[in-house]
């Protein structure tokens, strides 16, 4: 009677506790050690050393919690029962503000954040974001220093002035830089002859600079006038194949950040102007250079010259992209007609790019200019370092409008405008290496140097198994294994669910009559091998229980599971 009464209960809150349907049951009762049963969202461990239940067989040490809840006195003491909980510390909330000369900026609220995520159980995060008034830019305006731009030098030095004036009234904290590129001096890039090296249009009565690969000629300053001398100073030379040595540049203006002199809060803007196409990795081979780029800095002692020209390849375009997302920096290809469909195929895998065209004198590269920085002023878009094998991240807003969607980037924005994003962080799967499970990762808004710092640490093992809690010799392994979490790790020569089992007679102990359930004539339920007194089921996704006596696949019904009571196990019942 007894029997009946609790099962007919289980039944009863399974129907109105979803947490006891069988689909929740199952996934945990067939979860066979601590790790990968704490990291489903449902499910609980128990690593008490006697569990079992008034038959004295086994009872599942993993089950949902409500599971582990409905055993009665049978239950496992709370404290050796195991659950991770997920967590969330906003530990640095500063307001947003647009700051002053003696405060920064804070336009990314919050700014730090720790979590506990366990796998399948997201945790939400809000976040905002401000386009904050009057923010610094600088810009570095990094040139092709060949002689086919020398029409392009001539209206620089005309439009230099105006480039500042009109950046000036949509920031007044701007600053501005400026830099040549040629290519590597080595055949075939670039005529090696003594005569051509030193003036590469000696044969043409003409004088050009002996080439180079980058060079810095103006660090950011804000003294913009002194931006058109240095232009109208600048020497152009010349490279003997149709790509540039650009890429090496564009590395170096990146990376090299006292030498160029980006400012820790600033939009990083940089103005790429060329008319022709680019060499990239793997073409430093064709001049006998096969060491691979390494994206760092390589300037001199005077940050003027780039040294590693001849030392290392071009930078890849996933070079690139790391390093452009790792220093917030926004890019516009500003080319000609020709080779336009190349660079706009380049700003699309370069975060925070874009490409337009450039008139064939660089006439309009002041409303070029004008025009870009206010379409990247007007737009957010979130993006984050999560590694996307392991983590789920998903972005909601309403923008500026009232309806909640998923998305990561909005559009219109002005200056004072404050968006809000609803922002869902899941871990799918642990990483691989216990030394990976605590890590910081970003939530950046694209070309803002501002971001959220998110301390992150998977829940992915339990404390049962770091070694000092566990018991070698213990007498629940028969004093011939190590109690991990209430199961038994064998010595050599011993196996066994309690390590009862040995391989020194040369054979195996028949314990077959521990593999038959109560009164069964069947080993193992006839759905699995008995191996030393323990049931090893043929199926164990479809047949799960201490005897592989439950078929999951007979619990059709959500009203129906497989369920181990104080007395008996009813195996799936529907209703």
């Not at 300053?221 to 020497?235: A, G, L, P």
């Not at 006998?288 to 290392?312: F, Q, R, V, W």
């Not at 957010?380 to 998305?407: A, H, N, Q």
């Amino acid at each position: 009677m007894y029997s009946f009464k609790v099962l007919v209960f289980l039944i009863f809150t399974t129907y109105f506790n979803p947490n006891l349907s069988e689909d929740s049951q199952s996934q945990c009762t067939g979860l066979n050690n601590c790790a990968t049963c704490i990291q489903n969202p449902e499910c609980a461990w128990c690593s008490q050393s006697d569990f079992h239940g008034q038959d004295k067989k086994p009872l599942p040490r993993c089950n949902s919690v409500v599971g582990h809840e409905q055993l009665g006195r049978f239950q496992c003491n709370e404290r050796y029962l195991f659950h991770h909980k997920k967590d969330k510390n906003i530990t640095r909330d500063e307001s947003l503000s647009n700051g002053n000369s003696e405060l920064r900026a804070v336009p990314i609220r919050p700014q730090k954040v720790s979590l506990k995520l366990r796998v399948n159980d997201p945790i939400v995060l809000q976040m905002a974001y401000k386009e904050v008034e009057d923010y610094p830019l600088d810009l570095y305006y990094l040139m092709d220093g060949t002689y086919t731009m020398s029409d392009d030098k001539e209206v620089l030095v005309g439009l230099g002035d105006s480039i500042g004036q009109r950046l000036r009234s949509l920031t007044s904290k701007f600053r501005q830089g400026f830099g040549t590129f040629v290519d590597k001096v080595t055949m075939p890039y670039v005529l090696t002859l003594e005569d051509l090296l030193e003036n590469p249009c000696n044969r043409k009565n003409k004088t050009c600079a002996r080439p180079y690969g980058f060079k810095n000629q103006m660090p950011l300053t804000f003294n913009t006038e002194e931006f058109s001398n240095v232009v109208k100073d600048v020497i152009l030379s010349v490279s003997s194949d149709l790509p540039e040595g650009g890429l090496d540049a564009l590395m170096q203006v990146i990376v090299c950040e006292n030498e160029i002199g980006w400012s820790e809060q600033a939009r990083r803007l940089i103005i790429f102007a060329t008319d022709a196409p680019f060499h990239f990795a793997g073409d430093g081979r064709l001049g006998g250079i096969l060491l691979p780029n390494d994206g760092k800095c390589h300037m001199d002692a005077t940050g003027e010259y780039y040294t590693h020209s001849l030392m290392h390849d071009y930078p890849s375009i996933a070079q690139l992209n790391s390093k452009a997302k790792e220093h917030s920096v926004n890019i516009i290809f500003a080319v000609n007609a020709t080779e336009i469909a190349e660079y706009k195929r380049l700003a699309k895998v370069v975060e925070g790019s874009k490409s337009t065209e450039l008139a064939s004198n660089s006439s309009n590269i002041v409303d070029l200019v004008e025009d870009e920085y206010k379409k990247i002023k007007s737009t957010v878009e979130i993006k984050d370092s999560f590694p996307t094998e392991f983590f789920k991240v998903k972005y909601f807003s309403k923008c500026l409008g009232s309806e909640e969607m998923e998305r990561r980037s909005c559009e219109g924005l002005q200056a004072e405008s404050v968006v809000q994003f609803r922002v869902e962080i899941e871990l799918i799967k642990c990483l691989e290496r216990k030394q990976e499970w605590k890590q910081r990762y970003r939530i950046y808004a694209v070309g803002v140097p501002d971001s959220i710092e998110i301390d992150v640490e998977t829940l992915c093992d339990c404390p049962c198994e770091n070694p000092e809690n566990s018991r070698p010799n213990s007498p629940m392994c028969n004093n011939k294994g190590t109690e991990i979490c209430g199961l038994c790790e064998c010595n050599t020569n011993y196996f066994g669910k309690t390590c009862e089992c040995s391989t020194d007679a040369g054979r195996l102990i028949d314990l077959s009559t521990a593999c038959k359930y109560e009164n069964s004539t069947e080993i193992c339920s006839g759905r699995g091998n008995c191996i030393c007194g323990q049931c090893t089921c043929t199926n164990s996704a479809r047949y799960t229980g201490s005897f592989c006596e439950c078929d999951n696949n007979n619990c059709l019904s959500p009203m129906s599971f497989c369920v181990l009571d104080t007395e008996n196990v009813t195996v799936g019942m529907q209703m």
